[in-house]
């Protein structure tokens, strides 16, 4: 079997984040577990200015790099000598993000195996002070000269991962190579044992930041997997790099089915509004039902788009939806057509307005009658409903319980409970803050799966 060569890199760059700034120095040196076999050194031209404080840092100028090559120019000889290689650098996903993202930008797509020095040196050389490369190479009596510069720390590096080649008694590094460098893919600051207890069952899982905090929620089907790929993939921009630089722990809580990680999932963010999750404002109604007394004194029904501090009767979806539902109330109420309004409609519900002066309109106490008996068809219209599935093991079930058309707890219990007196098993940690989104979740859910469902109050729902 081919022994496996190492690229031992260091870059310099503009800024910290790749989809911004550019590489303006770079050294690989190429170590087949005994030697150095080939190397590489460049000033790179980044194309853009060098903030003072990096000049004052690295020592480079935009003088320093005026005539020196653009990475494009480069690109084809550091694609070659990487090849290969496995990536090893001290904090990697740092000279990776930049590397690839350089590569791609000059035509060439190219992956690695990583291996991270930081990582290697904390279980191999337990118990130091600090796993900085300048603190490093001091408690280990290696020397780095041009610090800050490319070919320096990469030279310490070298030294660096040579002794840790060395004294690998526990083979950590082959162990890497094996397992396909997954460990590699987590950020530093994540230890590999918060990783390796994750589940590969369907649930939700929480990032925390140094302080305990949680930053996100997410939902997935296999939770190991799921969180393993947000450290993958090719986006450095700095807002993920920060979102990633961040997270210091990984929790999860498992749900048993994918509906019920959906819902855990949204009341969760609901209750906190982790930093990083994004609003759930895409899963918010978009048209409503409302009445109004017009200046004749009328009630009119009427769909518009639904703004703040508007109250529907009635939510939806799309206007499909609207005008379905608003032509069943015109039809089972007799109501008139003419005072009704249909969402994006206009020239319709100018038509009908004109027709207000040709033709007579019905008693206005009888008429008003009638749309009152329509809006309280609405809200008194609920509906309540247990939905009953498998729980996290195999002695337990889950259930969403529906409550008045809106979802009102989630919880897990014993396989032998029954659901006679739902209320009596709901305890107050498992009621949630539903919304439309989780509301139409679970109606949807019991409309394409009665069996699983057990009906409260109202008429079970129309399959689909």
């Known amino acids: 079997m081919k022994k496996p060569r190492y690229a031992i890199v260091d870059i310099e760059t503009t800024g910290g984040y790749a989809s911004a700034s550019k590489i303006t120095e770079i050294a690989i040196y190429i170590f087949d577990g005994k030697k150095v076999v080939d190397e590489y050194t460049s000033l790179v031209n980044p194309q853009q200015p060098i903030p003072f404080h990096i000049q004052a840092l690295t020592g480079i100028s935009d003088e320093m790099v005026e005539n020196a090559p653009v990475f494009e120019d480069i690109a084809e000889d550091i694609y070659h000598l990487l090849g290969s290689c496995i990536f090893v650098a001290h904090n990697v996903h740092f000279d990776y993000s930049f590397v690839q993202s350089e590569l791609k930008a000059a035509g060439y797509e190219w992956k690695a195996q990583r291996l991270c020095t930081v990582r290697l040196s904390r279980k191999i050389f337990k118990g130091l002070p600090s796993y900085s490369l300048g603190k490093l190479c001091q408690s280990l009596g290696i020397t780095i000269e041009d610090r800050h510069r490319a070919a320096g720390d990469a030279k310490a590096t070298v030294t660096l991962f040579k002794k840790l080649y060395e004294s690998d008694s526990e083979h950590f590094i082959k162990l890497v190579e094996q397992t396909n460098a997954k460990e ?136 499909h939806e609207s005008t379905q539902f608003l032509l069943q109330l015109i039809n089972s109420y007799s109501l008139e057509f003419r005072l009704c309004s249909f969402f994006n409609s206009e020239k319709s519900n100018t038509e009908r307005a004109e027709g207000l002066l040709k033709k007579e309109l019905p008693d206005i106490t009888e008429y008003n009658d009638r749309v009152l008996e329509a809006i309280e068809s609405i809200q008194n219209s609920k509906r309540s409903f247990v939905i009953i599935d498998r729980g996290r093991h195999a002695e337990e079930k889950s259930y969403i319980y529906y409550k008045e058309n809106k979802v009102f707890a989630l919880g897990f219990v014993d396989n032998d409970l029954e659901f006679n007196a739902i209320d009596d098993v709901v305890e107050n940690e498992s009621l949630v803050h539903s919304n439309f989104y989780m509301n139409n979740l679970a109606m949807n859910f019991a409309r394409l799966n009665p069996s699983r469902v057990q009906y409260l109050v109202g008429e079970p729902l129309e399959q689909a």
Request: glycine residues 6%.
């Open 184 to 319: 590699q893919r987590l950020p530093t600051n994540i230890p590999v044992e918060v990783f390796n207890r994750l589940p590969n069952s369907t649930g939700i899982y929480l990032f925390k930041n140094n302080k305990g905090k949680i930053i996100y929620v997410g939902k997935a089907g296999n939770i190991k997997k799921r969180v393993i790929s947000h450290f993958t993939g090719n986006n450095s921009g700095q807002r993920r790099q920060h979102f990633i630089n961040e997270i210091s722990d990984i929790d999860f809580q498992e749900s048993g089915t994918e509906l019920m990680a959906f819902l855990m999932e949204c009341d969760m963010i609901k209750k906190i509004w982790p930093i990083y999750n994004r609003a759930l404002k895409k899963y918010d109604p978009k048209y409503g039902l409302i009445s109004y007394e017009d200046q004749n004194g009328y009630l009119r029904l009427s769909v518009c788009q639904i703004r703040k501090h508007i109250t529907p009767l009635f939510a939806f979806n799309t206007v």
